[in-house]
């Protein structure tokens, strides 16, 4: 389906800057399309156990340069169809013409998701290599965003960066892109992954101080493997707290005790950043529950912590 006009959505289905901007704190889930079926089963499974804790909405990524678009379409479209959870679909401009754009926003209209997470998107084989445009595509995430909303009653989201972006020369440069992203039809956004309270308020205030009252939902990851963290942050450039890198480093021949820190300082983290008055909290799951879960216990009333050992 290509769309010409705008076409119209179920107005039933929930839309997730409506229900950020209402309260209470709200909790979603990220996951990421597996590429063996042994993923797969891993995926379904969490899923399941998560769909239990009845989150507000849960996400599906894109690999980098869209490497796993079908997947990811796949695995939106059937928790559509298959789960009592609420979609937020994945869309990135990178490596994609405007038509396969609005082929995707129109497949995402055929099965009735309502909310996208518009993003531009890593290059193909180096995040932090050269962004080469799509001969027919976009240049910023903000023209993205514009075709979405031009295109049906869409509630739309785009990342933010608590850091500041890493390819923005300076802070102010950051705050200014991010405004006039949200400006050009957002909803809310969801941050990058990050570990200082600090960093998330710094942008929140300088977004409400250029007159932007978007809701910014941060995103936490507990950390469950030292390598796979100090590799994530090499190739963002993500902050990596050094005292947390050392104490991590010193339980690692110890999956439990890495475990049992990582869901430790993610839960103070969630709990300052509720404290400061985000909107909600959006887990980084990889594909694993258990940690996830025990946050979300950590957060919740105690006697919903029976839930999290479902």
């Given at each position: 389906m290509t769309l010409g006009t705008a076409s119209v959505l179920p107005h039933n289905t929930p839309a997730i800057g409506d229900l950020l901007r209402r309260g209470p704190v709200r909790y979603s889930f990220e996951f990421f399309p597996p590429k063996t079926p042994k993923g797969q089963a891993t995926l379904w499974r969490s899923i399941r156990r998560l769909e239990a804790l009845r989150p507000d909405y849960v996400s599906v990524?894109?690999?980098?340069?869209?490497?796993?678009?079908?997947?990811?379409?796949?695995?939106?479209?059937?928790?559509?169809?298959?789960?009592?959870?609420?979609?937020?679909?994945?869309?990135?401009?990178?490596d994609h013409s405007v038509a396969e754009l609005r082929n995707l926003i129109g497949h995402f209209v055929n099965v009735g998701v309502r909310n996208i997470l518009a993003v531009r998107g890593?290059?193909?084989?180096?995040?932090?290599?050269?962004?080469?445009?799509?001969?027919?595509?976009?240049?910023?995430?903000?023209?993205?965003?514009e075709l979405i909303k031009s295109s049906g009653d869409f509630s739309v989201g785009v990342a933010a960066f608590p850091e500041g972006h890493p390819r923005s020369p300076d802070w102010d440069t950051h705050v200014r892109h991010f405004v006039e992203k949200c400006r050009s039809?957002?909803?809310?956004?969801?941050?990058?992954?990050?570990?200082?309270?600090?960093?998330?308020?710094?942008?929140?205030?300088?977004?409400?101080?250029?007159?932007?009252?978007?809701?910014?939902?941060?995103?936490?990851?507990?950390?469950?493997?030292?390598?796979?963290?100090?590799?994530?942050?090499?190739?963002?450039?993500?902050?990596?707290?050094?005292?947390?890198?050392?104490?991590?480093?010193?339980?690692?021949?110890?999956?439990?005790?890495?475990?049992?820190?990582?869901?430790?300082?993610?839960?103070?983290?969630?709990?300052?950043?509720?404290?400061?008055?985000?909107?909600?909290?959006?887990?980084?799951?990889?594909?694993?529950?258990?940690?996830?879960?025990?946050?979300?216990?950590n957060l919740v009333s105690p006697q919903a912590k029976l839930v999290s050992h479902l």
């Open positions: 990524t894109y690999g980098a340069g869209g490497s796993t678009r079908a997947t990811t379409v796949e695995t939106t479209d059937r928790i559509a169809a298959e789960t009592t959870l609420l979609p937020l679909a994945h869309c990135t401009a990178v890593d290059p193909p084989g180096d995040p932090q290599g050269r962004w080469v445009q799509h001969p027919e595509g976009f240049l910023h995430a903000r023209e993205l965003v039809g957002a909803d809310f956004a969801i941050t990058q992954i990050f570990f200082d309270w600090q960093d998330y308020v710094r942008l929140r205030d300088a977004v409400v101080a250029a007159g932007c009252d978007i809701p910014i939902v941060p995103g936490v990851m507990p950390v469950t493997n030292v390598n796979q963290i100090e590799r994530f942050a090499q190739l963002t450039g993500m902050g990596f707290p050094p005292q947390l890198a050392q104490r991590l480093r010193r339980e690692a021949d110890s999956p439990e005790a890495v475990r049992a820190i990582g869901v430790e300082v993610a839960t103070e983290l969630s709990q300052k950043l509720i404290a400061e008055g985000a909107p909600g909290i959006h887990f980084i799951t990889l594909n694993h529950s258990d940690s996830t879960r025990k946050v979300w216990a």
